[in-house]
């Protein structure tokens, strides 16, 4: 179920004015301007991912990976995850801590509990901000609670295996940009089919088709 261009080009857009929002929210908490854009918005079935295209190679990435999750339900259904490579989850934490970001690498990368505190932040307000501006879009009642993080350890004998149970995802490409340094991440939002006809109509609409 692929998005056409138009559809891709409307979804991009509504997206981008959420994290717009979430954006500035972020940069009176942390007292920085954060810059969050999404410069992408993919539709997509899990069986069609590449694990050779390097959009999506966090989803099969190994190593030390920052994950955040935000179960929503009710008549808008899914779960949403932010996740980050170890050491940009740490840079981004530092950004925001006000601290230097020197000769970091996945090795050396430590997520301390004043980062982890910062990134549950992080998550909190962008997660929650784009789930509740889907729900507002599509005029839904939503349920959710406050995301979980964790930091998990992915091998090449135990590949990415949290997408295992999702059929179809809504994928965006993050970039954060805060004091010249230009933090990536993913956020992916796994949909009820019953969501995604919601959300693909309600597009349709607007696009007067």
Same mark, same amino acid.
């Given at each position: 179920?692929?998005?056409?261009?138009?559809?891709?080009?409307?979804?991009?857009?509504?997206?981008?004015?959420?994290?717009?929002?979430?954006?500035?929210?972020?940069?009176?908490?942390?007292?920085?301007?954060?810059?969050?854009?999404?410069?992408?918005?993919?539709?997509?079935?899990?069986?069609?991912?590449?694990?050779?295209?390097?959009?999506?190679?966090?989803?099969?990435?190994?190593?030390?990976?920052?994950?955040?999750?935000?179960?929503?339900?009710?008549?808008?259904?899914? !779960?949403?995850?932010?996740?980050?490579?170890?050491?940009?989850? !740490?840079?981004?934490?530092?950004?925001?801590?006000?601290?230097?970001?020197?000769?970091?690498?996945?090795?050396?990368?430590?997520?301390?509990?004043?980062?982890?505190?910062?990134?549950?932040?992080?998550?909190?307000?962008?997660?929650?901000?784009?789930?509740?501006?889907?729900?507002?879009?599509?005029?839904? !009642?939503?349920?959710?609670?406050?995301?979980?993080?964790?930091?998990?350890?992915?091998?090449?004998?135990?590949?990415?295996?949290?997408?295992?149970?999702?059929?179809?995802?809504?994928?965006?490409?993050?970039?954060?940009?805060?004091?010249?340094?230009?933090?990536?991440?993913?956020?992916?939002?796994?949909?009820?089919?019953?969501?995604?006809?919601?959300?693909?109509?309600?597009?349709?609409?607007?696009?007067?088709?």
């Amino acid at each position: 179920m692929m998005l056409n261009e138009l559809q891709k080009d409307l979804l991009t857009e509504l997206v981008n004015v959420y994290v717009g929002q979430a954006a500035n929210m972020l940069s009176e908490i942390v007292d920085k301007h954060i810059v969050l854009s999404i410069p992408e918005v993919d539709l997509i079935s899990i069986a069609e991912v590449d694990p050779e295209d390097r959009r999506y190679n966090i989803l099969f990435a190994e190593g030390h990976l920052f994950r955040s999750s935000l179960q929503f339900g009710h008549q808008f259904q899914g !779960k949403a995850f932010l996740m980050f490579p170890a050491e940009q989850a !740490k840079v981004l934490a530092n950004m925001c801590l006000g601290e230097l970001t020197e000769n970091l690498n996945a090795n050396n990368c430590h997520l301390m509990d004043t980062d982890l505190d910062v990134l549950q932040e992080v998550s909190n307000v962008l997660l929650n901000a784009i789930i509740g501006e889907f729900g507002n879009f599509l005029e839904m !009642k939503l349920e959710y609670v406050l995301p979980d993080i964790e930091l998990i350890h992915v091998t090449r004998s135990d590949p990415q295996i949290l997408l295992q149970n999702e059929v179809y995802i809504l994928v965006l490409h993050t970039s954060f940009l805060l004091a010249d340094t230009d933090v990536k991440g993913i956020i992916v939002i796994a949909l009820s089919m019953d969501s995604i006809s919601s959300l693909l109509n309600k597009i349709d609409a607007l696009l007067g088709g």
